[in-house]
Each structure stands twice: as C-alpha cells, then as structure tokens.
C-alpha cells in the first residue's frame, strides 16, 4: 500500500506546539465562562445569604431588648391586709386587680415628684404605660415577704408593649392616633421619664429563659418553655433513633443477603426521605394520639413523630458511612480470625463513626426546625406557660417547641409578638448553628486515616 491515495496538491497546515489554534481557544474560553459562572452562582448565594441574615437580625435584636419602669410601689395595708393579721391566707385573697392600682399610684407620683407638665394626671391614665404582668409581679413579692406590707419598695417593671414599641421605633405618633390603647400625650410624657432614668430599656433575659404569655401581655413573652420542650423532643428523637438507625444500616450493609426484599426495603427507605414532613404529622396523629392515646401536645408525641421523619436520614448518612470504610480492612480483620459481627463492631464502625455522628446530628437539626409535624399533634395551639416540674413531667405534660412556639408568634395581632418571633428565628439558628459546629468537632476527632 502506498500513499498515492493522498492528494499531494493541498499544502500541510503547519501546527505550532507554541501557538493556541482556533479549537482550543474556544474550549478554553467556554472554560473560562463556566468558571465566571460559577463564581457568578457563588455571589449569588453569598448575597441572598447576607441579605437573609441582615433581615433577622435588624428585625430580631430588638427582641432581646425590653423597656422598663422603674418605680417606688407603697404597698398599702388598708388594700393588701385589712385585717392586718398578716395572715397568708387573707393576703392571697387580693387579686391582681387590687395590685394595679398601687402600681399606677406609683407611677403617677414619679410624674408629680419630678414636675412633669402633662394632661394625664389621674391615676387611670397610667395604665396605658404599664404592662398588666406588673400586678402580678407586685402580688408575688407581697405573698413571698408579706412582712414587707407597709413599706414602700422598688420594683422594675414591665412597661406596655405599645410603650416598648414607641422606644423600639416600631410604633409612631402617626399611628396612635388609631389606638386606643394609647394616645400622643402618653408618649409625651414616655419621652419625659426616660431622662430621669425611669423608663429604660435593658437587656430582655426574659426573652430567652421566660415562658409564653397571652396574647394582651406581649411584652412578657419568652421562650424558655419552649426551648426545654425542644430540648425533651431531641431527648426522644436521640434514643431512639440513633441506635434503631444504626442497627437498621449495619444489617442492611453487612448483615443482609442481596434479594428483591431487602431491595424493597432500601427503596422505600429513599422514598420515606424525600416524604413531606406533615405526612410523618399525620402519621403521628393517628398512631400516637388517636390510637395509643398518648397524651396530645406532649414533647413524647412530637420526639416519637421526629424520630420517624428523622430515621430515613440516619440510616441513609450511615449505611453511606459504612460504605465508604475500605473492604479491605474487613478481609483484614477476617483474616486474623475475627468473626463477621467482631470485624463490623470493632473495626469497621469505629472508622465510619464520624459520618454517622454527622448524619445523626444533622439528622437532629433537621428535626428541630420542623414545624409541620407538630401542627398535627397540637403542639401549636398549647400556649406554654409553665415550666415542666420534673422529668416525667417534661416528656408527657402539654408543652411547645421552638419552631412551633415561633409560628404562633407570628400569627398573632400584636407587632410585638412578630418581633418576638424574628428574634425565636436567631435563638433557632445559633442552637441549628451549634449543632453543625458540634458534628464538624466531632467528624475531625474521630476521623481515622486509612
């Protein structure tokens, strides 16, 4: 054969090793498109991120922050003690409605003492600046020294949401004018007291440690109830689903033969994933309350409901875990004469321990963010007021949880409460936050070279 075929007439083109020809300028250029592409996406997200992340916490912070009074209360015996026997049981019998008036007494004689000129000079007009937890407060201390009755004593108080929102800048003159809660001259005279030092705004504790309360008090809220609700949910989730999960993985990857029933299983498993979480609600519903009778709005039900939304996850982060430790270190360990459950206990799941410590804390995280699931089981309507007063009490006794406890917030009327709820978002997300950092902690100190 020769080369005769070859039309000698077309001159060669010459190729330079040291010139770029036309083909791989293009690729190089749809390269280089796709790289500005991606860092294009990246910004991108890295916008929508900051942009998300600026939004909850200028609406947020003002929730850790809360306005009040401070005022010298007379605790009047002729109201609190007529008999002045200094009987408990007589000084109980006063309601809060006799406590009100003292605090407002209070207050007026701070406006007369300091020389405020202000139309509001009767003592019914400074209800408006008081919270209607301040009578409460009052009467728990008297019923706590009812030796203290007669004397004149100091309290902090809660002032009035509508008070709170005119420092927060969340409520304007503009806008009294349609409430009838308050009016211009109450801020006036706001503005007046808060030189002297007697309307301040300090840092709100009770935000974070304090319960829940009705819908007139919003300046009273707090999310302490609600966190130990989530904290007793997390409690069930991690008993049960971290050793059913991992049980459930090392059969199905070690243990369990190859056939169309464990293919099934594993199907249904990534199904079970990728399930809506209101259907593991009304799965919950169903099973938990309406036919164990478990007892409804209790953190047991709503741990119970997790653990089946976060089973799939776990299982799926560890059989991933086990996968990935090298078989290699199984034949080893068989070959030195360990048993199958001897080489998967004693050498293979210590090495995939940190993926399934991560999946398991990720797993938990997810499950604390949900909100869905605990609509179903009531968990939303309970309004939590009180705190759990021992541990059985904690798993069975009607409570909320953070991301319910958030939604509620922010269905209510009151732009305190919505405030609130933007502020629940921050206390959500460092506890969400935290979690991540603790499987990151914990995948670097178990992680094994290989």
Known sequence: MTDASVNSSE?????????????????????????????????AGLVFLVVLLTTIVSNGTGAFQQTFITTE??????????????????????STFGYAPLVQNAL???????GIETPLTKRKHMKALISASAAAQVRDFV?????????????????SSRVDGYLKGR??????????????EHLDLV????????????????????????????????????????????????????PIGVATSIYLEEFAPQNRFTDLIEVNISNLAA?????????????FIQFAHLPQSAPLVGGLV?????????????????????????????GVGASKMQAVFHHVLPLAMPGVLTGTIIGLAQALGETAPLLLIGMVGYIATNFPEGLASGFLDPNSAMPAQIYEWAKRADPAYYERAWGGIIILLVFLLTMNIIAIILRRRFERRW
């Open 191 to 242: 503005d007046a007291l808060v030189p002297l030092g007697v309307v301040k705004k300090e840092f709100n504790l009770d935000f974070i440690l304090g319960a829940d309360a009705s819908e007139s008090r919003a300046e009273q809220a707090g999310l302490g109830v609600a966190m130990l609700g989530s904290f007793f949910m997390m409690l069930v989730v991690l008993g049960l689903s971290l």
């Open 11 to 43: 001159p060669r083109r010459k190729v330079s090793l040291t010139e770029t020809d036309e083909r791989t300028k293009r690729r190089n250029a749809a390269e280089a498109r796709f790289r500005m592409y991606g860092i294009a996406a990246i910004a």
């Open 306 to 334: 997790l653990t089946l939304m976060t089973l799939p996850t776990i299982i799926i982060s560890t059989r991933a875990a086990l996968k990935a430790v090298p078989p290699s270190i199984r034949d080893a360990a068989l």
């Open 73 to 94: 209360v007379y605790l009047d015996p002729a109201k609190l003690d007529k008999k002045g026997q200094r009987n408990l049981d007589d000084i109980k019998k006063v």
């Open 143 to 159: 019923i706590a020294n009812p030796d203290r009755i007669g004397d004149t004593v100091e309290f902090r108080i809660l002032a």
């Open 275 to 287: 399930v809506p979480s209101i259907v593991f609600g009304i799965l919950g519903l169903a099973v």
């Open 171 to 184: 409520v304007f003159r503009e806008s009294v004018a349609r409430d009838k809660n308050i009016d211009a």
């Open 108 to 114: 007026l004689k701070e406006v007369t003492d300091a």
